[in-house]
């Protein structure tokens, strides 16, 4: 069928209800935060309105440029991990029966409904000296004595990569369950081994899909909040800690605002990027 351009002002009726609501919840918060971004603090924890650049200039500093440097790879590190555990654990759960994969779906999906706290203190628990794994690893003879696993990097990455990753298994499942198994087939009649064959087809065949989600779990890895604080050192804290720091803790409206608007402006940036890869795909 052929679609008509709109003739009068009427035909543009259904567009107007989703642009009250993009205007009201995106653009007007988001100019808000741009104007208190320029704003000058006063002593107290008050703003005056102003045309100040020393928000930006300070978060030019060495520190806060250390902070963001580090949330940028572990939100880097997250993407990447998450991407390497889903793609052959999607893959192999397109192949099982259909049974099989809605258990696996309803599991993945009660995950999705935990929220953040129960997330982090649940793995502050299996990461403890008391109650954690490593009391396991003592039982097996593997480790002397029990010890904390937490506050550490690596804690915190397992948090956030455990919950990101039935976000990544969802995004990748249509496109996997899509994919034709001949293709597979036909490598190994060639004879590929099912390893060769998965790097060398699925893979490719993939290739704009894994992009596009490697964006999407990295924007939301970069929004992070809770769990570097619950199972990391200040040292782990992301942007997204120091933005609530300085907003509510320091009083310092401006600053947070400053904050806020680059890393608003980078998450922007990458979705226009999973457009872009999401175009190509539908050329290819």
């Known amino acids: 069928m052929r679609r008509e351009a709109p003739q009068k002002i009427g035909d543009y009726g259904p567009l107007f209800f989703p642009a009250t609501m993009l205007v009201v919840f995106f653009v007007v918060p988001f100019a808000t935060m741009i104007a208190v971004s320029f704003f000058q603090r006063q002593q107290g924890g008050f703003y005056v309105p102003a045309f100040e650049l020393s928000n930006y200039q300070r978060f030019l500093s060495l520190f806060f440029a250390n902070v963001l440097g580090f949330s940028l790879m572990l939100a880097v590190t997250v993407a990447i991990c998450c991407v390497l555990l889903a793609v052959p654990f999607t ?11 809605v258990v696996w779906l309803v599991a993945l999906l009660s995950v999705l409904s935990l929220s953040e706290v129960i997330i982090g203190f649940a793995w502050s628990t299996l990461f403890s000296r008391t109650a954690g794994i490593t ?10 004595e029990a010890k904390a696993l937490l506050p550490s990097f690596g804690a915190v ?48 065949a993939l290739r704009n899909t894994i992009t596009a989600t490697l964006i999407m779990v990295f924007i939301f890895a970069l929004g992070c909040y809770l769990l570097p604080q619950l199972l990391g050192r200040p040292q782990h804290w992301t942007l997204s800690v120091l933005i609530t720091d300085q907003a509510i803790y320091q009083s310092n409206m401006p600053f947070a605002a400053a904050m806020a608007v680059f890393l ?21």
Do not use: C, H, W
């Open 135 to 144: 009391n396991l690893l003592v039982m097996a003879g593997i480790m002397s």
């Open 264 to 284: 608003v402006l980078v998450t922007l940036g990458l979705v226009a990027l999973t457009i872009l890869a999401g175009r190509k795909g539908e050329a290819a």
């Open 91 to 101: 893959y192999l759960l397109t192949r099982m029966s259909r049974k099989v994969q």
């Open 157 to 204: 990455l397992t948090g956030m990569v455990y919950q990101a990753f039935p976000y990544t298994v969802l995004v990748l499942y249509p496109a996997l369950v899509r994919l034709d198994p001949t293709l597979t087939e036909a490598a190994r009649t060639l004879g590929a081994s099912p390893i060769k064959a998965f790097f060398t087809v699925v893979v490719p």
